[in-house]
């Protein structure tokens, strides 16, 4: 059921990461990843944490991993729409299913849709040394900014 | 990031078919499905819908993708879990991102997570006739019951 | 933070029930319920389960309180906008979080936002012999048919 | 259906921010709030936002008020359970409805469900200046650190 190459980019990895550090210039220390790879559909980040990130019990925060899927989100939206800023997200529903080690994490977002008015995006996030162990998955609804 | 083999079967297809039928005996008829296949983590099953599922505008109708969605995490569930039948959804969530036809629809599920309380599976439903056009994403919570 | 008044009905009760028989017409015995009050913002309905709303332990099931939620929200927003029977459901997210009797169930319904394009409907249930004992609570998002 | 009085408190406010204190020591600058209210069942918390919680169109961040939901509803199972700061959420469902204004913002949070195992919050939050306009609502799951 993979959806691989129904919806073609309209930016590249550096495009997007232009746009990111343009629209969020007062946030973008707070909220830095590194895209690992973008094609079609795809977008695999990578996000290095730090002491700020961490909650009691001493793994990652789950506003942290809120943030990078929803930034990851918008940074997939936009590539494929090319630069909306005022997409919105209207709905994120996570679910928290193993302690994440304080360490880099992998999110891989996969466009479920690309609608003229709503985008669907699934996210799927681990920690880069135990790829198998799903920490977090998430579905996010943006409302694009319509053009 | 696909777990393949994390999970052994404590069932096969026939035994979830008889074990669906005997805990919804008298209810069975009315959510009656298929199971195409079932590996470790993963449920293939498939509704041949009717009239009973249409919903305005001649589509197949939310709830009973809901039920296609809950029914099958239960079947997966249980057959990773061997036989817990007051196993209980806690939380579901469910993106509708396309019309469906009133028409065999196909569900692909997949055991995100099997803990000592706590499962949680990821559902992809599409028309049979078009498998790479999701019409709706879910995400399922199951409560286990204790042994 | 109630929203009392903000959204003026464009349907009564008798209308709203009449327009869901009407588009619900080959499925309205199987989804049939009762409106019990309808205001500005507000709907409260009640459903008489049957046998076939049962799931194993004897509770109501998980598909049947979806459907109550669904086609309540479907109501709410239709009672607000007037008729529009193309308006369809993009997400619901369910939480379970008690075992419900097999009895009347009453569901509370709470229109939060009634956008141009999308609308987002707050849902509570429970038994109507215990109204304070939380049996689940919904809420789901409908993009509006366009006229 | 308000459940007004049937969880008693086991922490009061001052208790509450002592707690949140130590167990964020080191991220308690990024995620301060102030409690505006603490009762069976209820919390009313308030964020004064600055500009690293902005996000395009000049508008609040929608990981800001994730973390808003999801820390006052750690804040609200912990006046309930006493401290346990291992508990964790499970899933978290948000609806943004309204972009919010760059200002202080309030939640208000309600206590569904607290079961042995799991609690569940209602969250809702609007721009203090215009309590009766929903910004964001949410639902959050969370597993008790067991004791």
């Given at each position: ?12 990895a ?13 946030q ?5 990843f ?5 094609t079609p ?5 990578r ?6 990130h961490?909650?009691?019990g ?14 990851g989100a ?26 994440p080690?304080?360490?880099p ?18 996210i ?12 977090a ?11």
């Amino acid at each position: 059921m993979k959806q691989t190459s129904q919806y073609p980019l309209q930016m590249d990895a550096d495009g997007v990461m232009n746009f990111l550090k343009e629209v969020f210039v007062e946030q973008w220390h707070a909220i830095g990843f590194e895209i690992i790879s973008l094609t079609p559909g795809y977008l695999c980040i990578r996000l290095q944490p730090s002491i700020i990130h961490q909650r009691p019990g001493g793994t990652l925060s789950g506003p942290t991993m809120f943030t990078l899927a929803d930034v990851g989100a918008y940074a997939l939206v936009n590539a494929h729409t090319g630069p909306r800023p005022l997409s919105v997200t209207t709905n994120l529903n996570i679910n928290f299913m193993r302690k994440p080690d304080l360490a880099p994490m992998i999110a891989n977002l996969n466009l479920l849709k690309l609608g003229k008015r709503l985008a669907v995006v699934n996210i799927e996030m681990a920690n880069e040394s135990a790829p198998d162990n799903l920490v977090a998955q998430a579905t996010a609804t943006y409302a694009l900014q319509q053009v």
